[in-house]
């Protein structure tokens, strides 16, 4: 089986390195992520600049791009030969609920499943790499699986708690549930006194009721959640077409 492996942490990140550990004896992985940190840059591909690719003595290679540049530039203009599967990650915290509208890992995974590639985004629960071993062996175990039964292509964006493996109660299929609105941004100044704003902490949960991926990784169980692109309101299109006329 080939894989490829990417991130939105950076390709030095201890997650990637983790997966890319993981994954090695069981696969022909390849490794193509960004070269700094670029969490919270969704399904962006960078148009308005040349990218480049560093080959690292270690056979990684880094991308001065978004998570979806790397899988792109790997897919069309990289690789020789087709992956099996995209791996993303292990990113450094959750992507549950709304999160995975802006995560950088769920975007990695996409950009694969665009293409028709099978593809699965992992994240742990907080942040910090606390049982990172854990997280890296439940990856292991989920792409072990071979979900072909899902049909192909997939795309699974999966949550691990972040305690030891032992811990872990096991697997849950789950839905996305839901966040509060995000905490206002904050207001600060650059050092020649100009104003600058940071982007504020994400809401609490909103909807985390049984069955979603909230619920699911609080009790201490793995969440896995199939995802889609069509965002289409279908409920709503009898109603805009009647005001259409």
């Not at 998570?67 to 897919?75: G, K, R, Y």
Request: aromatic share 6%; glycine share 10%; hydrophobic share 40%.
């Amino acid at each position: 089986m080939k894989i490829l492996i990417s991130n939105d942490d950076g390709y030095l990140a201890p997650g990637i390195e983790a997966l890319a550990n993981a994954l090695a004896p069981i696969a022909d992985i390849t490794v193509v992520a960004p070269e700094s940190n670029r969490s919270g840059s969704s399904n962006s591909l960078t148009l308005d600049r040349p990218l480049r690719v560093y080959r690292t003595p270690g056979g990684v290679y880094s991308v001065n791009g978004t998570p979806s540049d790397c899988v792109h530039i790997a897919l069309t203009g990289l690789l020789t030969e087709r992956p099996d599967l995209i791996v993303s990650g292990i990113n450094q915290g959750q992507n549950m609920g709304d999160d995975t509208l802006y995560s950088g890992t769920v975007a990695a995974a996409t950009e694969g499943f665009l293409f028709g590639i099978p593809a699965i985004a992992f994240s742990q629960s907080q942040h910090g790499w606390a049982n990172l071993d854990a997280a890296a062996r439940v990856a292991r175990e989920v792409v072990e699986r071979r979900l072909d039964a899902l049909g192909t292509p997939f795309l699974l964006n999966v949550n691990i708690p972040s305690i030891p493996y032992e811990a872990i109660l096991g697997w849950k299929a789950t839905r996305l549930g839901r966040r509060h609105q995000s905490e206002p941004v904050i207001r600060s100044a650059d050092p020649h006194g100009n104003e600058v704003f940071w982007i504020g902490p994400p809401g609490r949960a909103k909807d985390d009721a049984s069955g979603t991926d909230f619920h699911a990784v609080s009790e201490g169980f793995v969440s896995i959640t199939p995802l889609q692109i069509d965002i289409t309101h279908t409920a709503q299109l009898a109603q805009l077409r009647s005001v259409l006329g």
